[in-house]
């Protein structure tokens, strides 16, 4: 196992390795960005998830995310990136959860016991919903988002927001994390 991971030990040191190996991570949102997550913890050692998502692997996801294949259309994104990541690292357990992160009492009861809180999801609602859990249960809470929208001019325009909000320290909305406040 260490020879393995011995250029990630060699750069965070074998404490800090043992620490982020031994996290429970919660995903909410297992579409594009959460799977990229889900997988790099995963080659990085991690081996305990929680997966919440409601929704099914798509064709259009398949361009771009590495985990998925044609074979996981048509099951939850939630199934399809636990199975990936059971059978991709030998070492990895996930608790698979469906959950909509906007039923906050199911997905409250989803993450109990989880260190960290990554919220890759994909509308603001999902995101309040995700800062109100992670204040909730005290966790570390990775925020990221991306998206396309319109400017002004009527110009698409590609857009990535990452917040990293510490228990106690601050929340989504100080620091500026939702942008459209009327639609959440």
């Keep these: 196992l260490f020879e393995r991971h011995s ?12 620490r982020l190996t031994g996290l429970r991570c919660a995903i909410v949102g297992c579409g594009r960005i959460g ?12 081996t305990r998830f929680t ?9 259009d996801l398949l361009t771009e995310s590495d985990l998925f294949t044609q074979d996981d259309c048509g099951h939850t994104k939630v199934e399809a990136l636990a199975y990936r990541l059971n059978h991709g690292y030998p070492y990895g357990s996930v608790g698979d959860t469906k959950t909509d992160a906007r039923h906050i009492l199911r997905a409250y009861r989803s993450i109990a016991g989880a260190d960290i809180l990554v919220s890759a999801v994909d509308n603001d609602a999902a995101r309040l919903a995700c800062a109100l859990l992670s204040t909730t249960h005290c966790l570390v809470q990775l925020d ?3 998206g396309i929208h319109r400017n002004d ?9 990452v917040h990293l909000i510490l228990p106690g320290d601050r929340c989504l909305l100080c620091c500026g994390g939702v942008c459209d406040y009327d639609r959440a």
């Excluded at 250029?7 to 043992?18: E, F, L, Q």
């Design 144 to 146: 990221v988002a991306a």
């Design 51 to 59: 997966l919440v998502d409601p929704d099914v692997v798509e064709l």
């Design 153 to 161: 001019q009527g110009q698409r325009q590609m857009e990535g927001d």
């Design 7 to 18: 250029r990630s030990i060699g750069a965070m040191g074998v404490d800090t390795w043992r």
């Design 35 to 46: 799977s990229h997550v889900a997988g790099i913890l995963g080659k990085l050692g991690a």
